[in-house]
T-cell receptor, first 114, second 113 residues
């Protein structure tokens, strides 16, 4: 079974631009969660989608948004990029049927904002 | 909200020795505790997990223990090998279906050959 895939793997943007990241979950999984990883703040939850609906949201500004498609693929968008948005963005795939279902992470997208 | 503290931040052991990483959590409603291993340039990999109705779980050289009363859980790696060198994260998640993993700050494990 194929794992979680994320595209692109690396991105370089400048301040003020916007960016869209993509995540394809494990086949059959309906939940996709997004996390931001930085050296200073560690791993922080952004939001989670299940069956095209956002179920949970972390404490990030409205510049961070996402969506999920009917095939469970998810995209995350960051508008008006700031230097502090430089991070590794990870998505995690889960069946989503229960809180204690395992979450499997993709390799991440490394975003650098100049 | 939930807070997870992880210690130590770095750990260096000789190959063949054991390694122990400890985490404490604040929210008594947390009921699922996974451990992840992250190698350089890769995403976190789930290596073992434990649910609140279990006190200990073992998978070959890796074991996790949970003390619900004290609200702490630990990862034990025996017979360490150089390929165990990585950053390890503990996490916790609440009963209320928030699907939000709260992570510890990570432990960088170095296994010296």
């Amino acid at each position: 079974k194929a794992g979680v895939t994320q595209t692109p793997r690396y991105l370089i943007k400048t301040r003020g631009q916007q960016v869209t990241l993509s995540c394809s979950p494990i086949s059959g999984h309906r939940s996709v969660s997004w996390y931001q990883q930085t050296p200073g703040q560690g791993l922080q939850f952004l939001f989670e989608y299940f069956s095209e609906t956002q179920r949970n949201k972390g404490n990030f500004p409205g510049r961070f948004s996402g969506r999920q498609f009917s095939n469970s693929r998810s995209e995350m968008n960051v508008s008006t990029l700031e230097l502090g948005d430089s991070a590794l963005y990870l998505c995690a795939s889960s069946s989503g049927q229960a809180v204690s279902n395992e979450q499997f992470f993709g390799p991440g997208t490394r975003l650098t904002v100049l | 909200g939930e807070n997870v503290e992880q210690h130590p931040s770095t750990l260096s052991v000789q190959e063949g020795d054991s390694a122990v990483i400890k985490c404490t959590y604040s929210d008594s409603a947390s009921n699922y505790f996974p451990w992840y291993k992250q190698e350089l340039g890769k995403g976190p990999q789930l290596i073992i997990d434990i649910r609140s109705n279990v006190g200990e779980k073992k998978d070959q050289r890796i074991a996790v223990t949970l003390n619900k009363t004290a609200k702490h859980f630990s990862l034990h790696i025996t017979e360490t090998q150089p390929e165990d060198s990585a950053v390890y994260f503990c996490a916790a998640i609440r009963e209320d279906s928030s699907y939000k993993l709260i992570f510890g700050s990570g432990t960088r494990l170095l296994v010296r050959p």
